[in-house]
């Protein structure tokens, strides 16, 4: 909400607190993240975290429910797409 809000510097603190909890990597927050980035003109950081949500992505380190899909639910390809265009 804070990134929709263009509040980019608190938006990445948020981020950061949750990707510092214990058992919370999920790419979906990384993909945030980057965008963020992106919005910042930081994108050196955005490649970085964008192969980072990739990573955790293929570690299935991602929301799911083999029954349901999430609102606004990450797939691989989304990823590799932003990936590709940096």
Do not use: P, W
């Not at 263009?6 to 058992?23: D, I, P, R």
């Not at 790419?27 to 975290?49: C, M, P, Q, R």
């Amino acid at each position: 909400m804070l990134e929709k809000l263009g509040l980019y510097e608190e938006a990445l603190e948020q981020l950061n607190k949750s990707l510092n909890t214990k058992g919370f990597k999920f790419s979906g927050a990384y993909f945030h993240k980057t965008e963020v980035f992106e919005k910042l003109g930081k994108k050196d950081s955005a490649i970085n975290s964008y192969k980072e949500a990739l990573h955790q992505y293929d570690k299935s380190s991602k929301l799911k429910d083999v029954y349901n899909e999430f609102f606004n639910e990450l797939y691989r390809q989304d990823i590799t797409i932003k990936i590709n265009k940096n």
